[in-house]
């Protein structure tokens, strides 16, 4: 069984790259969560990055979940809720509860590493486009997370042939107790190079904007 990405590019093998998206979505924005039950949860401006989510928890739990709009601060988003112990129990123990990347990923092969990828990619990543001082397009891409793993990303881009950037804390917005932020960014031909995509239309679309405009550098 064959699925194409957003962008209708690449064609992989789903039984074999849904779960390394959903750890990835997990490690990203996911929220596993005990209390009168167990479950999963996550929030997304990204309609299809949430309704992508729920088809595999169900193709993968056989569980069908919740997805409803919210609209905090006049902005619309989704969120998606599914309950379930086996799903709790299998994403923190595959994560060691949030704080490190599935060893098997680190030795499969690039598809498996690059649909894990998009998961992050798809929930904590960014790609952006503007016009510098000469007035040329700009294409940016980068990731921004607190987590302990952060540097396993980056160990794991770069073993992948990706070019990384320094890792950077980015300035507290919110409050002075707000965990520590910090930012990466990643070289954009040598993303596309390797194969690394987003399933997240919105942002695989600039993705193929920058394609399309080959001549421009990320940074």
């Known amino acids: 069984m064959t699925a194409e990405n957003q962008a209708g590019k690449i064609q992989y093998d789903t039984n074999k790259i849904n779960e390394p998206y959903l750890l990835g979505v997990y490690l990203g924005d996911g929220c596993c969560f005990k209390c009168k039950s167990y479950g999963f949860s996550i929030v997304s401006e990204d309609k299809d990055v949430i309704e992508k989510t729920a088809f595999i ?33 299998y994403l923190t123990s595959q994560t060691e509860r949030k704080s490190k990347i599935p060893s098997f990923i680190f030795h499969a092969d690039i598809k498996i590493i690059s649909a894990f990828v998009a998961g992050l990619m798809d929930t904590d990543g960014y790609i952006s486009k503007g016009i510098n001082k000469f007035g040329w397009q700009r294409f940016s891409l980068g990731f921004v997370n607190s987590a302990d793993w952060l540097d396993q990303f980056i160990e794991l881009l770069k073993k992948s042939g990706v070019k ?56």
Do not use: H, W
């Open 57 to 89: 928890m169900n193709k993968l739990f056989n569980k069908n979940g919740i997805v409803k709009e919210i609209i905090p601060n006049k902005t619309k988003l989704y969120k998606y809720r599914v309950y379930g112990k086996n799903i709790f129990n």
């Open 164 to 219: 990384v950037g320094k890792k950077t804390l980015k300035i507290k917005t919110r409050s002075i107790n707000e965990k520590d932020c910090y930012q990466i960014n990643i070289n954009l031909r040598s993303f596309i190079e390797k194969g690394f995509y987003f399933n997240c239309e919105r942002k695989q679309n600039l993705l193929e904007n920058y394609k399309a405009n080959v001549k421009y550098q990320s940074y």
